[in-house]
C-alpha cells in the first residue's frame, strides 16, 4: 500500500499502541462512558445521590490502570465480554472453530446482525482459541461519535468510508479499503467483515456482489484477479445465530418508516443506542458456525456470492422463535409455547399491530431464506 493511502487510514484505521494513553484518558473523562457504566455497575440508591458517574470514573479508571496498549485493552474486553455472555446469553455454542489455525491469517465474512455483538464474539471464541484477534471492518457513520468511534478503534476497528461526494473519490475509498485488507491479512492479522453493508434488519442474509467487487479491487492488476484472491485469502465464512434480538422492536419500527415514507432518519446517537441495547439485552441461546468454501466450485463473483450465500445461511442455526414466526405468518400455528415466547411476546406488545409482521419477520426470514436456497429441510 502507498505511503499517501497509508496517512489517509490514520484517521480511520485501528489505534496504535502509543495512542493508547491518550484515548483511554478521554474516555475516562467522557460524561456518556460514565452515565453507560454508571447504569451497568452502579446500584441504583448511589445514582439518586448523583454519585454514579463519580462511582463510575474510579471504577474505570482502575480498570484502565493496567492498560497500556492494545493486546491490554483487548484483555479487559475479553473479560468483560465472558461476564456479558453470562449475563445476556443463555447459551454460547460454536463449531468449525478447529479449522483456524494459530498463525494463519484469515478473512472471515459473516452475516450481520448486531452493530458491535457480531465481530465481538467472533473475535472472543478466536481469540479463546489461541489466535490472534482479527481487525474488523466497520462504517464510516460510526465515526459521527466521539464515544463510539474511540472504543471500536481500540478494539482493532477500521472504518469504510461512505463519505465521498463523486464517483472518482468513492472509487478510490473503496481502493483504499480493498489494499488495506489484502495487506491485513498477507502481512499482518485477519480480518472480519460483514457479507453486506449495514444490518440485515429483515432477518433476511445474503451477501452483496458489490462488496466481493470492493475486495477484488486489490487484485485487479493480477492475470486473473478472481483466482489470485481466492488463492491468496483464506476465507472462511461465518454464520451467527441469536435466537432472540434484543434489538428486534427498534428494526421493526424502521422498516415500517421505510415502507411508509420511503426513507428513515436516524436519531442522534441511535447507533450508539442501538449497540448498548444489542451488548446487554437478553439473546437467549447464541450460536457460531465457522465453515469453508470449495474454491473449485467459484468461477465468478456472482458464483462467490452464491457460494457463500449457501455456507452462511446453511450455518444459520434454526431455533424455536424461527419456526413459530415463520408458521405463524403462514397462517399456521398460534401456540408461544417455546424457548424465548414470552421475551417474543413482550416484543411483540411494544409494537403496533402493523410493526408485529416487521418483527415476526426478523426471525421467519431464516426458514424462508434457507427455503429459497433449497436447504435440506426447507425446500
Known sequence: MSNTNLEKLETIGPFDDADVPAVLSRISNSDEFLSIVSGWAVPPILRKMFLGNFIAKRYMQRAFRSVSDIAGFQNLVAEYLR????NSCGELTFNGLDQIQAGRNYLFISNHRDIVLDSSLINYLIRESGSNTCRIAVGDNLLGNQLASDLM?????FFIRRDATNRRDWYRSLEMTS??????IENQCSVWIAQRQGRAKDGFDRTEIALLKMLMLAF??????????????DLIPVSISYELDPCAVRKARELRLIDDSGSYEKAEDEDLNSMIQGLVGYKGRVHIEFSRIDRQEVDSI?????????????????FEINEFADSFLRGESQSMVFDCGEQLKEQMDECS???????????????????????????
Do not use: M
Not at 83 to 86: D, F, G, K, V, W
Not at 153 to 157: A, D, E, G, T, Y
Not at 358 to 378: D, F, H, I, P, S
Open 83 to 86: 461476564t456479558l455472555i453470562t
Open 153 to 157: 478503534r481500540l478494539n482493532k476497528s
Open 179 to 184: 489494499s488495506y485488507i489484502r495487506d491485513s
Open 220 to 233: 485487479k492488476k493480477e492475470s486473473a484477479p478472481l483466482q489470485s484472491f481466492l488463492e491468496k485469502i
Open 302 to 318: 456472482e458464483k462467490l456470492g452464491e457460494v457463500l450465500d449457501r455456507a452462511i445461511v446453511g450455518g444459520l442455526r434454526v
Open 353 to 379: 399491530p402493523l410493526e408485529q409482521e416487521y418483527l415476526l419477520k426478523q426471525y421467519a426470514n431464516v426458514c424462508a431464506n434457507k427455503r429459497e436456497l433449497g436447504l435440506t429441510g426447507y425446500e
